[in-house]
């Protein structure tokens, strides 16, 4: 396990290196997490089966030029800095209480809030995500909500016009979302243009908005834009952000909670 996690991690810094420089180079990689050149080689070969890069002599380019867009399976992205997404899923959980209705976006984050809810009861909950309904659906006290929409595989979630007609008719005390890409002077990003409608739709139905996002995705920006900074009232995160994106939530008048 600790190894897949490991693996898992690397590739998803190599990508974060393609969208920042454009290119990656296999000597440079096997010195920086001290692997073997065929480790590298490896993972280059299966980023580039996934379509998120291309390999070229000596390393990679990135498919266009200002961004990687990047959604990895929902396993992989379990594996990811799992310890603390559940630190932020317990930390955010706590702050629902009975008889509320509350949004959940997809995400793996949003996955570790929905396992904390167990001593809640009448909760309303909306969500997109499929594994999401499906450890909701344990809890007989709680009225679980899905909207129709197309099923995006590797994420396990709905998206798309019925999905945005539909979450339109609702309206919620805090909708929590996960993000792929915050950038605290930008705004919030995900890799997948309609997910980003979708969370939009959720934003304006939302009375209070919570991103719960581990630090490694701050100072990123993902293809599809979702909305800038000032429309999110609470942050909660680990301790590895930044000093300087923490002030500049804090400057906005933005909660940030860290675990």
């Not at 490991?6 to 190599?14: D, E, L, M, Q």
């Amino acid at each position: 396990m600790k190894e897949s996690r490991t693996t898992v991690t690397r590739r998803a810094k190599i990508l974060d290196y393609l969208e920042k420089d454009g290119q990656v180079f296999v000597e440079k990689l096997s010195t920086d997490f001290q692997v073997s050149l065929v480790t590298i080689r490896n993972d280059l070969l299966v980023l580039e089966k996934q379509k998120l890069l291309i390999r070229a002599r000596g390393g990679a380019i990135r498919l266009k030029p200002g961004y990687v867009s990047i959604e990895l399976p929902l396993p992989d992205k379990e594996k990811e800095n799992f310890k603390q997404k559940q630190a932020i899923g317990k930390r955010a959980a706590e702050m629902i209480c009975n008889d509320q209705t509350i949004i959940f976006d997809s995400g793996t984050t949003t996955t570790e809030i929905s396992r904390n809810l167990s001593k809640l009861k009448n909760l309303t909950i909306i969500t997109n995500a499929l594994n999401i309904a499906s450890i909701l659906s344990d809890n007989y006290s709680f009225n679980v909500f899905v909207p129709g929409g197309s099923l995006r595989n590797k994420s396990k979630a709905l998206s798309g016009a019925i999905a945005e007609d539909s979450i339109r008719n609702f309206y919620c005390d805090i909708l929590f979302l996960g993000v792929d890409g915050f950038d605290t002077t930008y705004g919030i990003t995900t890799p997948n243009v309609e997910e980003a409608r979708l969370n939009q739709i959720m934003i304006k139905i939302a009375k209070k908005v919570v991103v719960v996002t581990d630090s490694s995705k701050f100072n990123r920006r993902r293809f599809a834009f979702i909305a800038p900074v000032n429309a999110i009232h609470t942050v909660i995160t680990d301790n590895g952000i930044s000093s300087l994106d923490a002030k500049n939530l804090e400057d906005l008048g933005i909660e940030l909670l860290i675990v």
